[in-house]
């Protein structure tokens, strides 16, 4: 049995899928990068340019989306593979959104402690695991999507271990203490 050819329109929707799953995996690099500075007492400066750099990203992440949503036939296999991802994304994308208040809260923070700026040390692993939590299940959710690895396979159901509620969940209850 051989494979019918696919289209270039398929192709490149799939090219635009890829590209946008790589961005929201920037994304969490991003926020990693962000908060490890935030921990290791980074300047101001840099709690800025990671704001920014977050900011820029999410904006070019949503005209992906955008562009995603609009270019799939919705009768065609990507057309349903990108309708099963939008549930999931959606969450995602709230999660980068809270992502990046955390990281303008990080800048405005620094702006006002720094440079006698401490976070409490009975917090940082608390907030390292979590944070390596959160972006460990982006990552998967991001692979699970991936189409050049799971092209014509079931893709993910959007059951992990936990879901996005739960860290925003674990995030709020931190944020608190």
């Not at 590209?19 to 962000?34: G, K, N, Q």
């Not at 982006?138 to 959007?158: H, I, K, M, N, T």
Request: charged share 25%; aromatic share 8%; glycine share 6%.
């Amino acid at each position: 049995m051989q494979a019918a050819p696919r289209s270039a329109i398929s192709r490149s929707i799939e090219s635009d899928l890829d590209s946008y799953l790589d961005a929201i995996a920037d994304a969490t690099a991003i926020f990693r990068e962000a908060v490890d500075a935030y921990l290791q007492g980074g300047s101001e400066g840099s709690c800025w340019r990671q704001a920014g750099k977050i900011s820029e990203h999410l904006r070019t992440l949503d005209d992906m989306q955008q562009r995603l949503e609009t270019g799939v036939r919705p009768q065609s296999a990507l057309g349903d593979l990108v309708a099963e991802m939008i549930d999931p994304l959606t969450g995602v994308s709230r999660l980068l959104k809270d992502m990046k208040r955390q990281i303008t809260g990080f800048a405005i923070e620094s702006g006002f402690s720094s440079p006698r700026r401490c976070v409490p040390a009975y917090l940082v692993p608390d907030l390292q695991e979590l944070s390596d939590e959160v972006c460990a299940a982006v990552d998967a959710l991001v692979e699970s999507y991936r189409p050049s690895l799971l092209w014509w396979e079931q893709p993910f159901s959007g059951e992990a271990e936990h879901g996005v509620s739960w860290y925003e969940n674990q995030a709020d209850r931190l944020s608190m203490q």
